[in-house]
């Protein structure tokens, strides 16, 4: 599987993996950048991205299309997005699920939404998310000695 950064070109397909996700889109033309799609055999198969505030992330939703589902896709993907956050010198990732079990697998651990900072909790990612109970995680992140790119 390759991982690519997803280009202004992208936006349509990141926008339509959100939505068939019911995941928000708010905010993905504008942090574009920070978002990976993956490709397998050709063709796109999975998107996911962050926003970055200072030394802190913000993790979107990493969705694979509803056809790959199963084949693993979604772990390179997210370890693509962690990999790329510490080498820029992030040093805590944040999210808001509704599914902590699957996270805390990953080295999330619940925090208590005082603890998140503003700007995190602010983000425009998430002013249009449903109002199901949401619970909100951390992950930290190991130092990258090597520089950004």
Avoid: Q
């Avoid at 993905?28 to 198969?45: H, K, L, M, P, Q």
């Avoid at 510490?86 to 990953?106: C, H, M, N, Q, V």
Wanted: hydrophobic letters at 40%.
């Amino acid at each position: 599987m390759e991982i690519i950064e997803a280009t202004e070109a992208d936006a349509p397909y990141i926008e339509h993996l959100l939505e068939a996700n019911d995941r928000s889109t708010v905010g993905v033309r504008d942090y574009r950048t920070t978002f990976c799609i993956g490709i397998a055999e050709g063709d796109y198969v999975g998107a996911g991205g962050y926003e970055r505030y200072g030394m802190d992330a913000l993790l979107r939703p990493v969705v694979v299309d509803e056809a790959v589902r199963g084949r693993g896709y979604r772990r390179p993907i997210r370890t693509e997005l962690f990999r790329r956050l510490s080498k820029a010198g992030a040093t805590a990732i944040y999210l808001r699920t509704d599914d902590p079990d699957a996270f805390s697998e990953l080295g999330f651990c619940g925090c208590d939404p005082a603890m998140v900072p503003s700007a995190v909790r602010d983000a425009t990612a998430l002013s249009d998310r449903a109002a199901r109970p949401v619970r909100w995680m951390k992950r930290t992140l190991p130092a990258d000695p090597r520089p950004a790119e």
